[in-house]
């Protein structure tokens, strides 16, 4: 029996020894879920940025991805956030306001990072004037400066005294970016009567909300908003030959003339970053500022597609954006 029990203990020790070593080798394997809100190309762009930096660091066959594209529903974020609280993944990703609401609120021992969020104290409900979140959360913004995006407006159009401002109800980041743009607008001479909000609840009306929009605007502004980049072609076929200032690329290729935006790839890259340090144990989370993309990766770009359609041509100082 001593000869037995010995022989079990040697056989463990030899299985055990390379777990060990790979613990101590510092790289090990890690499993990140990622909470997606819905499909289009800023978030897509910025999930892909992130899994992109972690394989880079940790190679394919040490990094798993949990990943769940909600489709716009908050429900499926809700339920993702907690089937990934129940698997005990090593770090979350939420990417969009609602992905990073559910992940917050299904765990508080888990690192959570957001990415493709607008104003953290918006998405979390918290009085926030930047640097760190504390507890378990972190990630980066994809805030444009809206005072430069008001700007441009008024740059593009001097002549145009009605602004309408469409965005979708549902999310707390567009309501804010919107009632940041008012007062930027305001500053630059715009009567607030002139200013009109426009929310639409969902998909379902969208299209006659962008029309009572253009019914009253000489031009419109959408704010970075998911269900407008995921609709944009409902937008466009609803305002006619009215030019859209929009919040980011993506819904700019879709139904926008001009944009000042961010990369959202290197937005993920700097997410994906974020992850490392925390899951190789040389950040907390907690301690982690908001980052942002460099100021310099934001730039003016315009629609070329859109922009023969309505006669429009780009001042000096913009780019095309590039067109399939």
Same mark, same amino acid.
């Given at each position: ?68 594209? !909600? ?38 021992? &888990? ?11 918006? /998405?979390?409900?918290? @009085?926030?004037?930047?640097g760190a979140v504390g ?15 008001? /700007? ?7 002549? /145009? ?6 965005y979708c109800s549902a ?9 940041? &743009? ?34 009253? /605007? ?29 919040? @980011? ?7 926008? &003339? !001009? ?10 890259? &700097? ?37 023969? @359609? ?15």
């Amino acid at each position: 029996m001593k000869k037995i029990t010995a022989l079990v203990l040697a056989l463990l020790l030899v299985v055990a020894a390379p777990l060990a070593l790979a613990s101590c080798s510092g790289k090990g394997e890690y499993t990140v879920g990622i909470i997606q809100l819905i499909q289009h190309e800023a978030l897509d762009a910025a999930t892909k940025g992130f899994k992109d930096v972690l394989i880079a660091e940790f190679g394919e066959e040490n990094i798993k991805f949990e990943e769940v594209n !909600a489709q716009g529903d908050s429900t499926i974020c809700t339920t993702a956030a907690t089937d990934l609280v129940n698997k005990n993944v090593d770090l979350i990703l939420g990417n969009a306001t609602a992905a990073l609401q559910a992940a917050a609120n299904a765990t508080e021992k &888990i690192p959570v990072l957001g990415t493709s969020i607008t104003d953290y104290g918006t /998405a979390l409900n918290m @009085e926030f004037k930047g640097g760190a979140v504390g507890g378990n959360i972190s990630g980066t913004t994809d805030l444009a400066p809206l005072d430069q995006q008001a /700007a441009m407006i008024k740059e593009l159009y001097p002549n /145009a005294t009605k602004v309408g401002l469409l965005y979708c109800s549902a999310e707390p980041n567009s309501k804010y970016q919107v009632t940041v &743009i008012r007062e930027e607008l305001k500053k630059l001479g715009y009567a607030d009567e002139n200013i009109k909000d426009f929310p639409f609840a969902d998909s379902n009306d969208i299209g006659p909300v962008s029309k009572g929009a253009s019914d009253f /605007a000489d031009v419109l502004y959408v704010p970075t908003d998911n269900t407008a980049a995921s609709f944009g072609a409902t937008i466009k076929d609803n305002i006619g030959n009215d030019p859209l200032i929009a919040g @980011e690329s993506g819904i700019c290729g879709l139904c926008g &003339i !001009a944009t000042l935006s961010i990369d959202y790839y290197e937005l993920g890259k &700097i997410t994906g970053e974020m992850a490392v340090k925390i899951l190789k144990g040389e950040a907390k989370v907690g301690e982690l500022e908001i980052a942002s993309v460099p100021a310099a990766t934001i730039t003016k770009k315009y629609n070329t597609v859109r922009a023969a @359609e309505i006669g429009f041509t780009a001042p000096e100082g913009y780019t095309a954006l590039p067109t399939e």
